[in-house]
């Protein structure tokens, strides 16, 4: 994946690497970014879910070509990061396993915070005017290649099993790798054990991103990420600039394949499916400069 966009990244260069109004430049700054889709109701209407922001920081360098001194075109190639800061706070369900090997399922309430930071490798093609010498107003599409996905928190669940039993309130702590984790993932070094009824359960002392959802094709979240970029900048001499851009997803984020309801399960306690459209939101705040 890697040598694909470094190929492409280097046959622009070589088309384009003789014309005479090339510029190249480099850029940094810092990401925020959510999630922006479908959140779940309990039964009572209520959301259960909320997306929220969370901050990372982009790199790049580009080329652009001027064709006048108002109108050119750029091209980039970013290492980027996105996420969202998910909260879950609702009617749930949990499921276990006991040492004799026993499966226990509850319902009750479940309160959840997963910061989700995911990096891309992020390609981008712009066209821009520059109605002032200052100022420079850009717009075009982009596309993403996931290369790392991760996740850290914490899950708290209460309730009762199917039968009556109470659940004691127990958390686990959240290790998310979601490239590289694998079904029932989970480190046992240091569990905890609870008692619901006469039967105990030894609980993790943290999980990984497919603990309690059986990992199945591809990833939670997608490898490509494609998108909409329109920008502003402000050159604070002929070469420095301060920008900002706005990255707008018009791909799904993530796997339909891990769109599970968490609410509840049907009759036969199985997850029930959902098919969830989240897209990648952030705003980019830049410092760079452009050489000839």
Do not use: C
């Amino acid at each position: 994946m890697k040598g694909i966009v470094t190929s492409l990244f280097l046959l622009a260069l070589t088309v384009f690497g003789g014309a005479q109004g090339l510029t190249y430049g480099f850029k940094a700054g810092l990401n925020f970014s959510t999630l922006n889709g479908d959140l779940e109701k309990d039964d009572a209407g209520v959301t259960v879910e909320e997306f929220n922001r969370v901050t990372g920081f982009h790199i790049g360098v580009g080329f652009s070509y001027n064709f006048t001194d108002y109108l050119g075109a750029r091209a980039e190639l970013m290492y980027s990061q996105k996420g969202v800061r998910y909260q879950y706070d609702g009617a749930s369900y949990d499921t276990h396993t006991s040492k004799t090997g026993t499966p226990i399922i509850g319902n009750g309430i479940r309160t959840t915070t997963n910061n989700v930071l995911n990096s891309y490798i992020d390609l981008p093609v712009t066209v821009y005017v520059r109605p002032f010498e200052w100022l420079e107003i850009s717009v075009g599409p982009s596309i993403g290649f996931l290369v790392g996905a991760t996740g850290a928190g914490s899950t708290t669940f209460s309730g009762k099993t199917i039968g009556g039993t109470t659940i004691p309130e127990h958390s686990l702590t959240l290790a998310y790798n979601y490239l590289g984790d694998e079904t029932g993932g989970a480190d046992f070094n240091n569990p905890t054990t609870i008692k619901i009824g006469n039967q105990e359960v030894e609980l993790p002392g943290n999980v990984g991103a497919y603990y309690d959802i059986p990992r199945g094709e591809g990833n939670f979240f997608n490898v490509l990420d494609i998108g909409l970029n329109a920008g502003l900048s402000v050159y604070l001499s002929k070469t420095l600039y301060l920008g900002g851009r706005l990255n707008y997803g018009l791909s799904d984020a993530t796997n339909n394949n891990y769109d599970f309801s968490q609410v509840k399960l049907d009759a036969d306690n199985a997850r029930i499916p959902r098919s969830d459209f989240d897209r990648n939101v952030s705003i980019q705040a830049s410092v760079g400069f452009n050489l000839k």
